[in-house]
């Protein structure tokens, strides 16, 4: 017996947003930041003791980036802002 009604099957798109993954915050390098600025900035933002921050510091220099800190994506996007607004080149991407 037919009721007229035809069955429809509703799939969700899976979208995979994982809240958990980690962000790094990146320090790239530039012609016009001093080292010892980009130092001082590393030691204000994050409150790295001064070795710590030298050494971040001379990894920019050397290699070109460094990863100044890894953890939730709000407190990455808002240490890339600080960092951008002392006119440094800051960026965050995914940990992998």
């Known amino acids: 017996m037919s009721t007229g009604i035809e069955e429809i099957t509703i799939t969700e798109e899976e979208t995979e947003v994982d809240l958990d993954t980690p962000w790094n915050v990146i320090v790239y390098d530039d012609p016009v930041n001093l080292m010892?600025?980009?130092?001082?900035?590393?030691?204000?933002?994050?409150?790295?003791?001064?070795?710590?921050a030298e050494a971040m510091?001379?990894?920019?220099?050397?290699?070109?980036?460094?990863?100044?800190?890894?953890?939730?994506?709000?407190?990455?996007e808002l240490y890339v802002q600080q960092l951008q607004s002392h006119q440094l080149l800051a960026a965050m991407k995914k940990a992998e």
Do not use: C, D, N
Not at 36 to 52: A, D, N, W
């Open 57 to 76: 510091m001379m990894e920019v220099h050397q290699k070109g980036q460094s990863v100044v800190w890894t953890g939730q994506r709000e407190q990455a």
């Open 36 to 52: 010892s600025f980009v130092t001082l900035v590393i030691q204000r933002v994050f409150g790295y003791p001064k070795t710590k």
